[in-house]
């Protein structure tokens, strides 16, 4: 086994003491696995002999891996366990029941069954411990046995198609917004299985998956259908039954101007020179204008277009509404407020920074202690046979 290059650390924040073990890989359960690590828990990576696949998500390669991968799985250790070895799977199921807190995992649907590292069986050794799968489609149902990937999760759940321009194909949010808080709804479930350990002493089974995070990020979109039966249409940079809510073209880039109640249309209409529009009856008050956007808007993007974004930015800032240029990742990581934030942070050891989780304690963030482990670094941990 390869010996581990990083030094040791003692793990502080809420959750030092915590063992977790990450049966995890591509985007939802690492991400998990790293906000409990952030938090101080001992994360533990299991991997196969290849790695977890988004080591392989490049180019670009950053220190040995993909940036994806390195973005979600500082602080970790990382143990090679062939599943395909009853041994292995053995040492692996007694390290859990003897050592861990959490287990997380989102393996193909089944497979964790098949192994013996499911919950029910894993839940009849130790009582105590937290499971959470993170799963495609969900526990139940005619698609519960099928695989799911962000992409997939963002057409079938109903983003998709409010997601682009009217009249052109649908377009997938850049980030991996369903990946991504697949793990969040996941570790919102085992802060709860948490506390109620504290109180009960047992554990419990939680369960999330793509699908249900997908469809919870078009519930506001989702409640106006319920409400009327009209599917709502895509969106652009607007929000439905929200006038004037989108993005405008300026002279050298992009805005988006929020005015989103009937006061803020009146100092929009007052600072592009048009104080009439307040109380024109087509625009006099919010369902008017959701009525007639196409003819406002028409009139706003001819306006927009004439002035440079720091001209539009200065003045609307002026007059109380709010906007907001269209930041590139470079403008936004090299703004002003990201930086008084301390959002981007260095990993100790490496020559890598990256966004840091988005929440604070007593005003300071949590911070990465370990670099992403190398694949297989810390495989003594749990192989007996292979321990130094």
């Not at 690590?37 to 790695?51: F, M, P, T």
């Not at 287990?103 to 839940?123: F, M």
């Not at 020179?273 to 993007?301: C, H, S």
Request: glycine share 10%; net charge negative.
């Amino acid at each position: 086994m390869p010996e581990s290059t990083q030094q040791e650390h003692t793990q502080t924040g809420p959750f030092a003491g915590l063992v977790v073990i990450e049966l995890g890989n591509s985007v939802a359960a690492p991400f998990a696995g790293q906000i409990l690590g952030e938090l101080g828990a001992r994360v533990i990576k299991i991997e196969k002999a290849d790695g977890d696949d988004a080591r392989r998500w490049g180019p670009p390669f950053w220190e040995g891996a993909s940036p994806f991968f390195q973005a979600l799985n500082r602080n970790k250790k990382s143990v090679v366990c062939d599943l395909r070895d009853p041994q292995q799977i053995e040492e692996l199921r007694q390290y859990i029941c003897d050592h861990a807190d959490i287990v997380i995992q989102n393996l193909r649907p089944g497979h964790v069954e098949k192994l013996g590292l499911d919950a029910a069986s894993l839940l009849a050794k130790q009582p105590r411990l937290i499971y959470c799968n993170l799963g495609a489609f969900g526990k139940v149902g005619p698609l519960k046995d099928r695989p799911g990937y962000d992409p997939l999760m963002q057409a079938f759940g109903g983003i998709m198609s409010t997601t682009g321009e009217p009249g052109r194909p649908s377009v997938r949010v850049g980030a991996s917004i369903v990946d991504m808080g697949t793990g969040m709804w996941g570790i919102i479930g085992i802060l709860t299985a948490l506390l109620e350990r504290q109180q009960s002493g047992v554990g419990k089974v939680i369960d999330v998956s793509l699908y249900e995070t997908a469809t919870t990020w078009v519930s506001l979109l989702a409640a106006q259908y319920l409400s009327n039966g009209e599917v709502a249409a895509k969106q652009g940079s607007g929000a439905s039954g929200i006038v004037p809510y989108k993005g405008y073209m300026t002279s050298d880039g992009e805005l988006v101007i929020a005015a989103g109640s009937d006061a803020l249309f009146k100092a929009l209409s007052t600072t592009v020179g048009k104080p009439e529009w307040a109380t024109d009856p087509r625009f006099i008050d919010n369902p008017r204008r959701v009525e007639n956007q196409a003819e406002l808007y028409a009139m706003l993007d001819a306006i927009i277009v004439t002035k440079p974004t720091d001209y539009w930015v200065e003045q609307l800032e002026a007059a109380g509404v709010p906007c907001a240029p269209v930041n590139n990742l470079a403008q936004m990581v090299a703004h002003p407020q990201t930086q008084a934030l301390g959002l981007m942070q260095d990993v100790p050891g490496t020559g890598m920074r990256f966004i840091g989780l988005p929440i604070s304690f007593d005003g300071v963030r949590p911070k990465p202690y370990a670099a992403p482990p190398k694949l297989g670094e810390h495989s003594e941990l749990i192989s007996k046979r292979n321990a130094t």
